[in-house]
T-cell receptor, first 113, second 106 residues
Framework: NAGVTQTPKFQVLKTGQSMTLQCAQD?????MYWYRQDPGMGLRLIYY???????DKGEVPNGYNVSRLNKREFSLRLESAAPSQTSVYFC????????????FGSGTQLSVL | KNEVEQSPQNLTAQEGEFITINCSYS?????LHWLQQHPGGGIVSLFM???GKKKHGRLIATINIQEKHSSLHITASHPRDSAVYIC????????FGTGTSLTVIP
């Protein structure tokens, strides 16, 4: 069982470049999330998807877009990267609103120069 | 404003010591989660609780809903317990504390 698989693990971008972070889960979970983790701050929600076909903004959505491609996959896109988006990104999933034990991917360390 | 506050921020203990990490929150919640983030960065869920107490091995989590407070206890601490422990609460969304960095010295 792979759980939540997130790629890439590391990425360096120049300001203005674009990239997509990929996330897939094999636990048949309905809910999926993208968080960013910055020093001295708790995890902050960027976007989430409560079920296949739905996405909603979280606390810090500006500069990001997401796609819930199917039940397994939830991708995060940076269209024009900015230094303020330098962070560690985590994808997570949970079965549904009644059982929200979170399962996390291994994280993506992104640097925008 | 921080919906979730953890204390202490940093904690160093000798192997074998009893450890307590505290979490206070200010919002109404349906559940509280304790997470462990390893030095390599991966995050795993330790407990999800909405009342009372849960135990898993040497780890014990308690919650007092009236006081909006939870504690994570580690008995007979071991160097492999060294990690960042994060408290998260489920209100209208998830709110996360900034974590408690624990170092257990042999």
């Amino acid at each position: 069982n792979a759980g939540v698989t997130q790629t890439p693990k590391f990425q360096v971008l120049k300001t203005g470049q674009s990239m997509t972070l990929q996330c897939a889960q094999d636990m048949n979970h309905n809910s999926m999330y993208w968080y960013r983790q910055d020093p001295g701050m708790g995890l902050r929600l960027i976007y989430y998807s409560a079920s296949e076909g739905t996405t909603d903004k979280g606390e810090v959505p500006n500069g990001y877009n997401v796609s819930r491609l199917n039940k397994r996959e939830f991708s995060l896109r940076l269209e024009s990267a900015a230094p303020s988006q330098t962070s560690v990104y985590f994808c997570a999933s949970s079965r549904d609103r009644r059982n929200e034990k979170l399962f996390f991917g291994s994280g993506t360390q992104l640097s925008v120069l | 404003k921080n919906e979730v506050e953890q204390s202490p921020q940093n904690l160093t203990a000798q192997e074998g010591e009893f450890i307590t990490i505290n979490c206070s929150y200010s919002v109404g919640i349906s559940a509280l989660h304790w997470l462990q983030q390893h030095p390599g960065g991966g995050i795993v869920s330790l407990f999800m609780l909405s009342s009372g107490k849960k135990k898993h091995g040497r780890l014990i989590a308690t919650i007092n809903i009236q006081e909006k407070h939870s504690s994570l206890h580690i008995t007979a601490s071991h160097p492999r317990d060294s990690a960042v422990y994060i408290c998260a609460v489920r209100g209208n969304q998830f709110y996360f504390g900034t974590g408690t960095s624990l170092t257990v010295i042999p």
